[in-house]
């Protein structure tokens, strides 16, 4: 049978940033179109669920438009539609949703529902197109924390996750109590550049012996009580150290237990995605355990690390392949688990 090319449509919606964009195959990234937010967001120090919603809808169809623009190519070419349906903010989400519903119909194309968290799996392989699993993949962002086994396309198992606060949400919350703004993670990672990252020990938190799961909220507090004791004593804070020393936590205990989940599943390779992905110490640190274990590492060029639509339609021609089709009755799921439907 003669093979051919299939284009996958990728919208996302999900949080706070409207994106769009044409992959071909799953791998070949052909537009990336992102809109973001973030500047609107900031001047709340955090996303704005309702802002994000309607912002969202003010630029789907402009950002829709210059996906396709970029590709150079037209809605007839396009073999179907992807769109992240869940997790997420639900008025956000709702907008992608129905967008992909609109045009499934209206053009009479195939509609294929996309985890967002693995959309964020899927970037690897756009990134790296001999990237293959079975592998170990450490998810962590604004949203979520994942430690997964990647058995084959689409098939995992959970191996851990956060039990509180995400990692991006421990270094949004962070950020914003040394007065840094938001999004938090991108500029402590700056700031930790300057700092010490043995100035202060704050906690590294690995729970039980065998688990995989992780906990940032303890860390945080400790963070914020810092600060306190150091204002109520009029000692002054050095910002860059705090934020390199709490990176280190955070680094520590991310990158050990991706280590001894790739020992234990016996695999060759190990993958970062997700927004903290992007953190250049988590890069750093995880390189050289990977090289150290004999390991390979994967992982994204930071604007596939960050929410965007090219990771959802590599997802969606994955699924898209193995026969998954969505109908105009798919729904906004904000709490979707991995592995769900
Ligand atoms: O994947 P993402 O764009 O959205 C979610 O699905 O949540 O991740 C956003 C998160 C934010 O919490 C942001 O602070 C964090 O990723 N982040 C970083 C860095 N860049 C983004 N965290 C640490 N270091 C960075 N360089
Ligand atoms: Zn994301």
């Known amino acids: ?34 809109s973001s937010q973030i500047a609107l967001h900031t001047l709340f120090g955090g996303v704005v669920p309702e802002i994000a919603s309607r912002k969202h809808i003010e630029n789907i169809d402009g950002v829709i438009s210059k996906a396709l623009e970029d590709a150079e190519m037209s809605f007839d070419d396009i073999d179907a539609i992807a769109v992240t349906y869940g997790p ?13 519903k609109a045009l499934a119909y209206a053009l009479n194309k195939p509609l294929v529902g996309v985890n967002h968290i693995e959309g964020h799996i899927c970037a ?7 990237f293959e699993p079975p592998y170990v993949a450490l998810v962590a962002s604004g949203g979520h924390s994942h430690l997964l086994y ?3 396309y689409g098939k995992y198992e959970i191996l851990g996750r956060t ?10 919350k962070v950020a914003r109590a040394i007065g840094m703004g938001y999004p938090g993670g ?9 700092g010490n990252a043995d100035a202060i020990d704050f906690p590294k ?12 909220s303890g860390l945080k507090s400790a963070v914020l009580n810092y600060l306190n004791k150091q204002k109520m004593m009029n000692e002054p804070i050095n910002e860059n150290d705090v934020a390199a020393s709490f990176q280190k936590s955070v680094v520590e205990v991310l990158t050990a237990k991706t280590i001894r989940a790739a020992k234990e599943k016996n695999v060759k390779k190990v993958a970062m995605a997700g927004g903290v992905s992007s953190n ?19 992982v994204p060029e930071p604007i596939l690390c960050t929410d965007n639509a090219a990771m959802i339609a590599s997802a969606g021609f994955y699924d898209f392949i193995k026969g998954q089709r969505d109908g105009l009755d798919l729904n906004a799921n904000p709490n979707l688990k991995l592995g769900e439907r």
Do not use: Q, W
Not at 7 to 24: F, M
Not at 90 to 96: K, S
Not at 290 to 298: E, K, T, V
């Open 88 to 100: 997420g903010l639900v008025g956000a989400l709702l907008v992608g949703v129905s967008e992909a």
């Open 1 to 34: 049978m003669e093979e051919r090319d299939i284009y996958i449509l990728g919208i996302e919606s999900s949080c706070d940033e409207t994106a769009a964009s044409i992959v071909k195959n799953g791998r070949e990234m052909l537009s990336n179109v992102i």
């Open 124 to 130: 690897n392989y756009i990134h790296d197109k001999n």
């Open 150 to 152: 990647v058995k084959d």
């Open 163 to 172: 039990r509180d606060d995400a990692a991006g949400e421990a270094y949004d």
């Open 280 to 298: 250049s110490a988590l890069r750093l640190k995880m390189k050289e355990l990977c090289n150290d274990n004999g390991f390979s590492l994967n």
């Open 205 to 216: 938190v690995f729970l039980e012996d065998d688990s995989y799961d992780f906990s940032f």
């Open 186 to 194: 991108p500029k402590i990672d700056a700031a930790a550049k300057h």
